[in-house]
């Protein structure tokens, strides 16, 4: 008989686990798609790329975040006016690690603009 009372509890455990990870797939994508997060990530994932300071952090995410308003419809900054903003603010060791990270994507861009333009 205790084996399968232990049995039983297992087996509710292991539903309440699957109901909490599928809960908890249904929340996050939503959440990542505040403009406040994004700008965050983006960087987060700077900081660590290219090694700022406190105060390049709080001036690069205010750039982010104006760029991810801006994504969301509100008028302003542009991906190319952000870059050129945050090139602005980092030293040149900085600058030279910008460039060699997102020199891909810079190409990617290019590419696109250009099946535009046909």
């Known amino acids: ?29 939503s959440a990542m798609d505040t403009p406040e997060i994004k700008a965050k990530l983006k960087t987060i994932d700077l900081a660590k790329t290219v090694e700022l300071t406190d105060v390049q952090i709080k001036q690069v995410y205010e750039i982010f975040l104006a760029y991810e308003n801006n994504s969301q419809g509100i008028e302003g900054m542009t991906l190319a006016r952000a870059r050129k903003e945050i090139t602005n603010l980092l030293l040149p060791g900085q600058r030279e690690k910008f460039a060699k990270t997102f020199s891909k994507e810079v190409a990617r861009e290019r590419k696109m603009e250009r099946g535009r333009d046909q």
Do not use: N
């Not at 008989?1 to 994508?29: R, S, W």
């Open 1 to 29: 008989m205790k084996k399968y009372i232990t049995l039983f509890a297992f087996v509710c455990m292991l539903f309440l686990g699957m109901q909490t990870a599928a809960a908890q797939e249904d929340v996050e994508p």
